[in-house]
């Protein structure tokens, strides 16, 4: 079970980190607008668009990656002043409630990126970014991933619970 979790948190690791280089293109590319609009008057709606599509890849390829880090939010008033067994019993709890939203969320989002990519949805305005179905199945990536994290995260908290042992991750 073990090496199920240690797949998983590798592939939502490797999203994570597209979900880095997102970043950096979100910055480069609003630089980049701002400059040439700044300067020369030039405004694209392309590159317009292409802020906002690595905007989604941060934030639907990031989300598993901040879960898997711990930097998600939790209410620290009750989970820090708590023992090892009740953080286990707090995480198994919010991983499975993550793993019923995250089935949930892929089983309606994949109608809807079925139906985008079988009609190779583009952008609606005109000099447009041409792969809005590719954008679209961010959605279904970045829940896809989150469920990973959260079967990951079962595997470790069952551990610590089953075995008594906190540094069990």
């Keep these: 079970m073990l090496k199920l979790a240690e797949i998983c948190e590798t592939v939502v690791a490797f999203l994570g980190k597209v979900a880095m280089v997102c970043v950096f293109g979100i910055i480069v590319t609003v630089t980049a607008n701002v400059l040439i609009r700044y300067f020369f008057g030039i405004g694209t709606v392309w590159t317009q668009e292409l802020e906002w599509h690595f905007l989604a890849g941060v934030a639907t390829l990031g989300v598993a990656y901040t879960y898997q880090q711990g930097e998600h939010v939790r209410v620290d008033m009750l989970y820090k002043p708590a023992g090892p067994r009740f953080r286990a019993i707090i995480d198994l709890a919010a991983a499975l409630a993550l793993i019923a939203i995250a089935i949930l969320i892929c089983h309606y989002t994949i109608p809807y990126v079925q139906q985008s990519w079988r009609s190779l949805e ?20 970045g829940f896809a991933s989150l469920l990973l994290q959260a079967i990951a995260e079962v595997i470790r908290q069952s551990q610590i619970l089953i075995s008594g042992k906190a540094g069990a991750d």
């Design 122 to 141: 583009g952008s609606a305005d005109p000099g447009g970014l041409p792969m809005r179905y590719a954008l679209k199945a961010t959605i279904l990536i």
